[in-house]
């Protein structure tokens, strides 16, 4: 758009759009005229930036993203902290346009960088045009990730009443690890211990109650969005001493009848004996005292009851 102003030696005009304005100056009477040019350029200052970085493993590149306000072009200096300097020009790098709801818009800029160690960087931003300058800043926080994950059993896998379960967890590398172990209990609610501060986390519990225990650890860092779990292989069987056994007779009578047999010999019917104690993973052994071989049964487990078992066996000779 071009205007032409006839008038004094000073001009003052509003300018209501950006862009780059060209003047043109014109002096001239009876018997001369000169020219001059000049170029400028009209601007809004810098609104607001923000920059903001995640948290980011060692190694891994981190994004770092700008926010400007109002949408237009940008000198942008990002000093990441570690000794690296970078100079854009906006114009020249990808961007999204934001705040679509206001007049001005503003832009979005996404910038990777990639920290040769682990700590914490001061991050500068910053943005400047022809009238303005703004200077953001951040912290940008580098972390090990968590790597060699393991879970050892250390006590036998099978314990006794009272006993402890003695298991390690471990990682080889990390920042701010926590460890969260939880172990099931039979018919009770479960046990939960937190950890935190180092590599290592070991659990020393005793076990109160009979019956099968299972062991997971949870391991989390403020570098994940979500933690680790893993549960202990199979489960640790605590054992309670052997109490209440009780041994029932075949028809609630410790006599039977020998009866003749085809083959005339004598022999009993064949009788169901039956045992039962309120101990867990009971296996029982029936000695029928006449001389042959032991039956070994493993109890049936009830949820409440205990365990019971049961055999059959025919006596051929009596006393």
């Known amino acids: 758009m071009n205007h032409t102003l006839v008038g004094p030696n000073q001009l ?6 950006t862009g780059l304005i060209s003047v043109e100056v014109v002096a001239q009477n009876e ?5 001059v040019s000049m170029t400028t350029v009209a601007q ?57 709801e206001t007049s001005l818009h503003c832009l979005n800029f996404v910038f990777d960088h990639t920290y040769a160690a682990v700590g914490q960087y001061h991050l500068n931003a910053t943005v400047s045009n022809n009238v303005s300058t703004v200077v953001s800043t951040a912290i940008a926080v580098v972390e090990e990730p968590i790597t060699g ?33 939880i172990i099931s ?20 519990y005793q076990a109160h109650a009979g019956g099968n225990y299972y062991v ?28 209440g056994l009780q041994a029932l007779f075949p028809f609630n009578t410790n006599s039977a009848k020998l009866l003749l047999q085809p083959d005339g010999s004598y022999a009993t019917q064949i009788l169901g004996f039956s045992a039962h104690t309120f101990s867990e993973e009971v296996k029982f052994s029936f ?33």
């Open 12 to 17: 003052i005009m509003a300018i209501n759009s």
């Open 31 to 35: 018997v001369s005229c000169a020219r």
């Open 44 to 100: 809004y200052p810098v609104m607001s930036t923000t920059i903001t970085v995640a948290r980011v493993a060692l190694n891994k590149a981190s994004n770092i993203v700008l926010n400007i306000k109002p949408k237009q072009d940008y000198i942008i200096a990002i000093d990441y902290g570690d000794g690296i300097n970078d100079l854009f020009e906006s114009r020249y790098l990808d961007s999204r346009t934001g705040c679509l």
């Open 149 to 181: 994950f393991k879970l050892i059993l250390n006590s036998p896998r099978v314990i006794k009443f009272k006993d402890y379960i003695n298991a390690t967890a471990s990682v080889q590398t990390g920042t701010e690890v926590t460890f969260q172990w």
């Open 185 to 204: 209990i039979p018919h009770s609610n479960p046990f939960i211990l937190t950890q935190e501060g180092d590599l290592v986390s070991t659990i020393n």
């Open 216 to 243: 997971k650890v949870i391991i989390s860092s403020p570098l994940y969005s979500s933690p680790f779990s893993r549960l202990l292989p199979g489960v640790v069987k605590v054992r309670t001493p052997i109490v």
């Open 287 to 319: 000695d029928f005292g006449d001389g042959s071989p032991r039956l070994i049964v493993s109890g049936m487990q009830s949820s409440f009851d205990g365990t019971f078992a049961s055999g059959r066996h025919k006596f051929t000779k009596g006393w």
